[in-house]
């Protein structure tokens, strides 16, 4: 599986991005799809999940800000950032996880995903 991350960029405080993760190769095989980010200096940490049954699995930082969904026909995961603040800058991996049944505690682990996709940095000025 080969996932490309895309939408990243610079925005002011409140406003919006959808980042999109593109799947190509051997996307049958997989559970679910998270998005984690890595902010400078800090060790990269989960934001959301979304299952091939379309249960969804958030970080408390983001409930309520972030919605993230898939299009199982383009093969497309999509996280849709309202109301960003400066601390949701870093750089925003996806990542595919090929582990049927995994919780919802396991998917926000990165020792979860089987492959990632190249990052892109998010922006957020104040």
């Known amino acids: 599986v080969q996932l490309q991350a895309f939408g990243g960029g610079l925005v002011q405080a409140g406003g919006s991005l959808r980042l999109s993760c593109a799947a190509s190769g051997r996307t049958s095989s997989s559970y679910a799809t998270g998005w984690f980010r890595q902010a400078p200096g800090k060790e990269r940490e989960f934001v959301a999940a979304?299952?091939?049954?379309?249960?969804?699995y958030y970080a408390d930082s983001v409930k309520g800000r972030f919605t993230i969904s898939r299009d199982g026909v383009q093969n497309t995961v999509y996280l849709q950032m309202n109301s960003l603040k400066p601390e949701d800058t870093a750089i925003y991996y996806c990542?595919?996880?090929?582990?049927?049944?995994?919780?919802?505690?396991?998917?926000?682990?990165?020792?979860?995903?089987?492959?990632w996709g190249q990052g892109t940095l998010v922006t957020v000025s104040s």
């Open positions: 979304v299952t091939r049954y379309d249960n969804t």
């Open positions: 990542a595919t996880s090929l582990r049927y049944g995994s919780s919802w505690s396991t998917l926000t682990l990165r020792t979860a995903y089987d492959y």
